[in-house]
């Protein structure tokens, strides 16, 4: 359970521990950071949910 709590703990609050924990260049160079982040986050759950369902598939 403490995984799952802290997933939600840093979904919920995870930009604003990033901001307060580093100095940035801008709020612009944050901006851009962050959505840098969440395209990489987007992909890589995107390629592990497909090689579940293909491990799942091919285990039939």
Known sequence: ????????????NGREL??????WESVEH?????????AWALGLTLVSA???LAVIYWQR
């Open 1 to 12: 359970y403490t995984n799952l709590i802290g997933m939600i703990y840093l979904g919920i």
């Open 18 to 23: 990033a901001w307060q924990n580093k100095r």
């Open 30 to 38: 944050f901006q851009q950071v962050q959505k840098k982040w969440s």
């Open 50 to 52: 497909l090689l579940l």
